[in-house]
C-alpha cells in the first residue's frame, strides 16, 4: 500500500494513496457531509455538491467524495468559503424540496435534514418554482413521493448491484428530472419485485414502505382478536432503532413492547418456520425418492418470487409449493387455534412484523385469500414496530426481557431462527432431512458449509447416508439468475437451492432499520461493511442457546399434526400449508 502525505486544516497526515478526499478525510477523523456518495462509491455521481472541499492542485472548490489525494494536498473543511458553499448546495436542495418534516415518516432519521443542520442551512434562501411532484402509492410494498427525492441516484445503484435489475431511472432531464420505473409507471406496474432494498438506502422521506400501522389501529378499535407474530430477523435489529449497538439480540424487549401496545397473543413466526422445514423436507425428500422436479428451490422469500413470476415463469414447477413460514402461521392461527380458542376466523387480525417490505405485497397474493379472509391481515416492517413503539411512549430499553406466548404455537427450535439468514433455510431443511434419511440427528447440529452473509453464490456436497445432494445458496436477484440461467440450459447440478430476495438474506430486507454511519456515532467506521455480519450472528447464538435444534422435535409442531393436520403433505397440509404460482403476463421472458 502507497501512502501520500496530505494536510487537513493544517495537520500533517498519511493516508493510503487512491481514495477520495472524503474517505482520507474520515480515515483521519473529520467527518465532510455528503448525500449522494454511499457505501464506498456504490452510488457516486458526484452530484449533490454537499461534500465540496477546498484543495490545493484544484482548481476552486472540489466534490471530496470523488476527488483523489494526491501527495503534497493541503485540504481545507472550515474556510469560508467551503462551508458558504455547501451550505448554498443544501440550500438550493431544499428550494425544490416539499418541506413538511413533521408529516414525513423519515423525520428522525432523514439524511438532508442532518445535512441541513451541519451546514447551517436553515432558512429558505432560494424561493422558486417546485418541478412537478410524481406520488405513485398504487403497492402495496413501498411508495414514491417525487417532492422529497434529491435525485441522489443512490436507488438506482441498488437496485441495479442487488438485482441487476434497472428498475429505477432518471426520467427526463434538467429542472425536469425525476426517479421513477420506467416510463413513470407505478411500481405495481413495473417488474420491481418489491423487495425494499432501494427504501433502504435513500435518504430522505423520497421512498418509504408502505405503512399498514393505521390499519392496525382499525383492528385494535374494531374489537378484533389482534395476534401478533414476529419473524427471526426483527429481533437481531430492532435494538438498532433504540441506540443498541449493531447486532444485539433483543427478544426478550420486543416480546414486551408487543404486549404493551395491546396484541393478544405475542409468537413468534418460528414455529412458522418449523412447520415449513417438515413439510418442505418432506417435500424435498419425495421429489428426490419419486423422480420429482430438481432442483427444487425454496418459497420463503416473496421478492424471489415476484422475481420468479416476472422473469422465469417456465420455472415455477421448480419452487417449493411451502407457503412462507408467516403465512402457514397465519393459516393455522385462523383454522386450528382459532378452532382451539372457539374463535371465529373472521374476528382474528394476524399482524406480521416482518424485516421485508415484499411481504406487504405476499398478503395480498389471491392465493392467499381463502374466502376474501387472507392468511394474514397487515404487515409492519421493523421500522414500523420501532414508530408503533415510540408513539405509544414505550421506553423500550427499560423493558424487562419477556416470553413469547406459549399457548398452542409457543414452542420454537434453533432451525426456525436462523431462517433470518441467507443459507438458514437451507440449513434448518437439511437438519431434518439428515434425519429423515439416517433415522439419527447430525453430529454437529450445524451444516456450516452453507453459512456466509455476502451476496454470493454458496453451494456445498452433502453425502447422507449414500444420497448425494448437492446444495446451493443465492441472495440478491444478481446471484440468483446464474442459478436459474444454468436450470434454464439443463446444466444445474443441484438437488436443493436457497433463493433470498434481499442481499444477504432477511438480515437485510427492505424494512429492516436503515443503516447509516451518520446516525451511528458508537459504531465502527466499517459498520456498512459489517452489519450483517453482526446481526447474523445474533441469530447463530440464540439457535445455539436452544435446547431444541431441529424442527422434527417442536413438540407443539408433532401436537399439531397428530390433533390436526394428519402428517406432513397431508391433503390437509396442502390445502391450508401450500400454494401455487403464475407467470405474470406481460413481464415474464420465457426462453424454452
Ligand atoms: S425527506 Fe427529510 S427534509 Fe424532506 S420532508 Fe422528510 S424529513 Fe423533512
Ligand atoms: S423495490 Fe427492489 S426491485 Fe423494486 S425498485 Fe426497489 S430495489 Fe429495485
Ligand atoms: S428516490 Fe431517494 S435514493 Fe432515489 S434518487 Fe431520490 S432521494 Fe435518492
Ligand atoms: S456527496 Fe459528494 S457530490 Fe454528493
Excluded at 202 to 224: N, Q, R, W, Y
Excluded at 303 to 323: F, Q, R, T, V
Aim: proline share 4%; glycine share 10%; aromatic share 6%.
Amino acid at each position: 500500500m502507497s501512502l501520500v502525505n496530505i494536510k487537513i486544516e493544517g495537520q500533517p497526515y498519511q493516508v493510503e494513496a487512491g481514495l477520495t478526499i472524503l474517505e482520507a478525510a474520515k480515515a483521519c477523523g473529520y467527518e465532510i457531509p455528503s448525500l449522494c456518495a454511499f457505501n464506498h462509491g456504490e452510488c457516486n455521481q458526484g452530484s449533490c455538491r454537499v461534500c465540496l472541499v477546498e484543495a490545493t492542485g484544484a482548481r476552486g472548490l472540489v466534490a471530496s467524495c470523488v476527488y483523489p489525494v494526491s501527495e503534497g494536498m493541503e485540504i481545507k473543511i472550515s474556510s469560508p468559503a467551503a462551508v458558504q458553499a455547501r451550505r448554498r448546495s443544501v440550500e438550493l436542495m431544499l428550494s425544490n424540496h416539499n418541506k413538511n418534516c413533521q408529516q414525513c415518516d423519515k423525520n428522525g432519521q432523514c439524511e438532508l435534514l442532518h445535512v441541513a443542520q451541519i451546514t447551517g442551512a436553515r432558512e429558505d434562501a432560494f424561493q422558486g418554482v417546485h418541478s412537478e411532484t410524481h406520488i405513485d402509492t398504487l403497492a402495496p410494498g413501498l411508495i414514491r413521493d417525487t417532492s422529497k427525492c434529491i435525485l441522489c441516484g443512490r436507488c438506482i445503484a441498488r437496485c441495479s448491484n442487488a438485482h441487476g435489475m434497472g428498475i429505477l431511472g432518471f426520467e427526463n432531464r434538467g429542472f425536469a428530472t425525476f426517479v421513477s420505473p420506467a416510463e413513470n409507471r407505478s411500481f405495481a406496474d413495473s417488474p420491481c419485485i418489491q423487495c425494499g432494498q432501494c427504501v433502504n438506502v435513500c435518504p430522505t422521506g423520497a421512498l418509504m414502505e408502505h405503512s399498514e400501522i393505521d390499519k392496525v389501529d382499525a383492528a385494535f378499535k374494531a374489537g378484533k382478536h389482534v395476534i401478533v407474530q414476529a419473524a427471526p430477523a426483527v429481533r437481531a435489529a430492532i435494538g438498532e432503532e433504540f441506540d443498541n449497538p449493531v447486532g444485539t439480540p433483543c427478544t426478550g424487549k420486543m416480546i414486551a413492547a408487543l404486549r404493551r401496545l395491546g396484541f393478544e397473543r405475542v409468537y413468534d413466526v418460528n414455529f412458522g418456520a418449523d412447520l415449513t422445514i417438515m413439510e418442505e423436507g418432506t417435500e424435498l425428500l419425495g421429489r428426490l425418492q419419486n423422480g420429482g422436479v430438481l432442483p427444487m428451490i425454496t418459497s420463503c422469500s416473496p421478492g424471489w418470487i415476484n422475481y420468479a413470476e416476472y422473469n422465469y415463469g417456465d420455472l415455477l414447477p421448480h419452487l417449493s409449493s411451502c407457503k412462507s413460514p408467516h403465512e402457514m402461521q397465519g393459516a393455522v392461527i385462523k383454522s386450528y387455534w382459532a378452532q382451539e380458542k372457539g374463535i371465529d376466523p373472521k374476528d382474528i387480525f394476524v399482524v406480521s412484523i416482518m424485516p421485508c417490505v415484499a411481504k406487504k405485497f405476499e398478503k395480498e397474493r389471491e392465493q392467499l385469500i381463502t374466502n376474501g379472509n387472507p392468511d394474514v391481515d397487515a404487515v409492519l416492517t421493523t421500522r414500523e414496530l420501532a414508530r408503533m413503539i415510540r408513539r405509544a411512549g414505550i421506553m423500550f430499553n427499560r423493558l424487562p426481557d419477556e416470553e413469547w406466548d406459549q399457548d398452542i404455537m409457543g414452542d420454537y427450535t434453533g432451525a426456525g431462527v436462523i431462517f433470518g439468514v441467507t443459507g438458514g433455510v437451507m440449513e434448518a431443511a437439511l437438519r431434518t432431512v439428515y434425519f429423515k434419511l439416517t433415522g439419527k440427528e447430525s453430529e454437529p447440529v450445524e451444516f456450516t458449509a452453507v453459512r456466509g452473509h455476502d451476496a454470493g453464490i454458496r453451494e456445498a456436497s452433502l453425502d447422507i447416508n449414500g444420497t448425494t445432494v448437492n446444495v446451493a445458496i443465492a441472495s440478491g436477484m444478481k446471484s440468483a439468475k446464474v442459478l436459474l440461467d444454468e436450470i434454464r440450459e439443463g446444466k444445474s447440478k443441484y438437488q436443493f437451492i436457497e433463493i433470498m430476495g434481499c442481499p444477504g438474506g432477511c438480515i437485510n430486507g427492505g424494512g429492516q432499520p436503515y443503516v447509516r454511519p451518520c446516525f451511528m456515532p458508537n459504531e465502527g467506521d466499517d459498520i456498512l461493511d459489517t452489519y450483517k455480519e453482526k446481526r447474523a450472528q445474533a441469530l447463530y447464538s440464540e439457535d445455539e442457546r436452544q435446547t431444541l435444534r431441529q424442527s422434527h422435535k417442536n413438540p407443539q409442531i408433532i401436537e399439531l399434526y397428530e390433533k390436526f393436520l394428519g402428517e406432513p403433505n397431508s391433503h390437509k397440509a396442502h390445502e391450508l400449508l401450500h400454494t401455487t404460482y403464475a407467470a405474470r403476463e406481460g413481464f415474464n421472458e420465457v426462453k424454452k
